[in-house]
């Protein structure tokens, strides 16, 4: 929900000595013929509990799936400013929990229920869900928070709310609106339990050859706390490893949840207590609009709505890899050697483990994610000039690749749907003027491979 930048190749004009040009990033494909095998099909491999949980724990999962799906109306809630009705619609490719589906479902919620919203012109029927960031305020001085897509004016159970929405057009003349589209939660428990000695231990792991590839990334320490939902960090200051986000900007599924609803959903919660937007004639809910109840009902029904989502979240499953699709099993055999022979594996590493949990299904369980979980500077070809937490304005967090192969957008903001073209935009900047991506090296790495090679790569990527 939470958390979705055009590719600037940079042109280097040197005057005075010679310059190699492998040293400056192209967007030439010098192999036509290895291609995106697509979105693989077949079953989705995802959606379901992981295995081992106890009945209650799997009731408190069916619990959250279901209140993931619910949509919400004005009386429970939702608004005066939102991106959507549920968590569900964000979170459906290929199985619910994960990322933005085939038909975007942003169009038809903009009038739902006689609201007046119009559609902005960067969400499409066929284009993935997005959140949309002001980098600046007017005045020049950062921003970067969510600026709702959508108001609660005009609709049926919202009489008399005049609000209008963001001037997103102004913004985009003025190159100052960004977007995100939903991060999966397949898996998400368990990334939620690897210790963080784990992860800063990966970091110095292969120290010289990431050296020799410059690459360096570091993990978003939870040190500062903004009590603005959606701006900079809503963790507090404990000094641990956050790792939710696309910029790693949430330490857990608990905080991951109470500012996905009030911020995408606009529905307060007992970590955010506060509406966004405070018009007052479009108040038709107490707030905090889902909290913790005390009524002395079954555990299952008492927990507020975020921890029901965080429980579903923390008990799903993690993605299926195919075995075999795309290209066979050798073909994905050679690949995947090829992918850490080329250094992407130095980022996407491809599995940890967890600690000693508290529930025995996520106890020392592999962690097949294929992220080191730390951020790193993608140059300025990605550089989205948002900082969140201590993930600075050209830094993401390394993307898990479970579930690539049937994921429909790529990048944090969905701007492609081809995995050759995703890898090209990580390459950007140049080493010359100290403005290079950390990835530059390895797809230099990736680019001289044989078209053969390449596609064997890409049918690796599209099997897991």
């Known amino acids: 929900m939470k958390k979705f930048v055009i590719p600037l190749l940079l042109a280097l004009v040197v005057v005075g000595f010679f310059c190699s040009c492998s040293e400056i990033p192209s967007s030439v494909d010098s192999s036509p013929a290895a291609r995106d095998p697509g979105v693989r099909g077949g079953a989705p491999g995802a959606g379901a509990p992981i295995a081992g949980l106890t009945k209650t724990e799997l009731a408190f999962f069916h619990a959250g799936l279901d209140e993931f799906q619910e949509e919400d109306d004005v009386k429970e809630g939702l608004g ?50 997005r959140e949309a960031r002001f980098v600046k305020n007017a005045d020049g001085t950062p921003d970067g928070g969510v600026h709702d897509l959508f108001t609660i004016a005009g609709r049926a159970d919202a009489p008399g709310c005049v609000l209008a929405q963001p001037d997103f057009e102004k913004e985009l003349a003025r190159r100052n609106v960004i977007f995100r ?34 690459i360096y990334g570091r993990p978003n320490i939870v040190l500062t706390g903004h009590a603005i939902s959606g701006q900079a960090n809503n963790n507090g200051n404990d000094g641990t490893v956050a790792r939710f986000g696309w910029k790693a900007q949430n330490k857990s599924l608990l905080l991951f949840s109470g500012e996905a609803y009030n911020v995408e959903m606009g529905i307060t919660n007992e970590l955010f207590q506060t509406e966004r937007d405070e018009t007052p004639t479009c108040q038709f809910a107490t707030v905090p609009n889902t909290v913790t109840k005390t009524d002395g009902k079954k555990p299952v029904d008492v927990v507020s709505a975020i921890e029901k989502f965080a429980f579903f979240a923390r008990f799903l499953a993690p993605p299926a890899p195919s075995p075999d699709t795309p290209g066979g099993v050798e073909s994905i055999a050679r690949g995947r050697k090829l992918f850490t022979d080329t250094g992407c594996a130095l980022c996407h590493t491809p599995s940890f483990t967890t600690g000693n949990s508290t529930v025995a299904a996520l106890r020392n369980q592999p962690v097949n994610l294929f992220s080191d979980l730390l951020v790193h500077d993608m140059g300025p070809g990605l550089a989205d000039g948002i900082a969140q937490g201590q993930a600075g304005p050209r830094e993401f967090r390394t993307a898990p690749l479970w579930g690539l192969g049937q994921r429909l957008f790529f990048l944090h903001d969905g701007r492609t749907s081809d995995l050759r073209e995703a890898i090209r935009a990580h390459r950007s900047g140049s080493v010359l003027t100290s403005n290079a991506s950390e990835a530059n090296a390895v797809v230099r790495n990736f680019n001289k491979l044989q078209d053969n090679q390449k596609q064997d790569v890409l049918n690796f990527l599209r099997s897991l």
Do not use: Y
């Open 181 to 214: 589209i939903p991060t999966p939660v397949f898996g998400a428990g368990l990334i939620e339990q690897i210790p963080d000695k784990a992860i800063l231990a990966n970091q110095v792991n292969d120290a010289p050859r990431k050296k020799e590839l410059e």
């Open 80 to 129: 005066p400013t939102m991106n959507l009705g549920s968590c569900g619609g964000c979170h459906m490719q290929p199985a619910v929990g994960g990322t933005s589906p085939a038909v975007n479902p942003q169009v038809a919620f903009a009038t739902a229920n006689g609201a007046t919203n119009a559609v902005p012109s960067f969400i499409a029927a066929k284009g993935p869900v």
